[in-house]
């Protein structure tokens, strides 16, 4: 007599193609990533925008450890390296002050990813470096994303990314993530910076020196 698994009818071959599809789009969730980064910044600055944009739909949700606080992960491959993305709570502040900072700040210090991409409003800058001098002090490798370019030309705000790099001596990049301008440009940073430090990223572009518009950096 049949068994309950011989009386199945077998796939198609459509069907087997869709699994087999299936399988592969997923299949690097399923690998351990080599590099981890994590995207940090105070509420509302686009911080879940950049994160999708990075790592498109496939991603997971689960509350940090002993919290009810979620924290979402997803994973993308730049130039054949695997890296996991971690979408943080908004922080003002490195210092824990709601429940979400006490994650986020965890999740820097303790998890010690391999970038830290800050993000900014660009129109409210000033208060929000801060947090990016508090993320220098503690020792960890940040690219600072200038995200909200469009709204900040239409009111008429000029930026000077170089000298920001240069005072900073860490990457900074105009980004717009409802269009996705900056974002291919990030990729290309996150890996410099992944594997050679913010110094390297700085200087490597063109070999005369990396900022945000392209222009060479002195020194
Ligand atoms: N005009 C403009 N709007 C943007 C840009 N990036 C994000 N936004 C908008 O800003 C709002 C907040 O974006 P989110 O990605 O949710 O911001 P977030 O930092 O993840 O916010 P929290 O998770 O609450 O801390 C959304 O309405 C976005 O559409 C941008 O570059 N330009
Ligand atoms: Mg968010």
Known sequence: ?????EKQPCPSLG???LGWWHRKRHRPLHVSPQKRVAIVGSPNVGKSLIFNRLTGVYVTVSNYPGTTVEVFRGCTVIEGVHYEIVDTPGMYSLLP?????RVARRL???ERPDVVVHVVD?????RMLLLTIQLLEADLPVVLVLNMMDEASKVGLEID???LTEALKIPVLPVVAVTGQGIAELRRVIHE???HGTFAAIRSKSGRGYCADNAAVAG
């Open 1 to 5: 007599m049949a068994t309950d698994k």
């Open 15 to 17: 069907l087997r193609l």
């Open 97 to 101: 002050g709601s429940e979400e900072e």
């Open 108 to 110: 820097l210090l303790e």
């Open 122 to 126: 660009a129109k409210n800058l000033e």
């Open 161 to 163: 990314t170089v000298s």
């Open 193 to 195: 910076v992944a594997h």
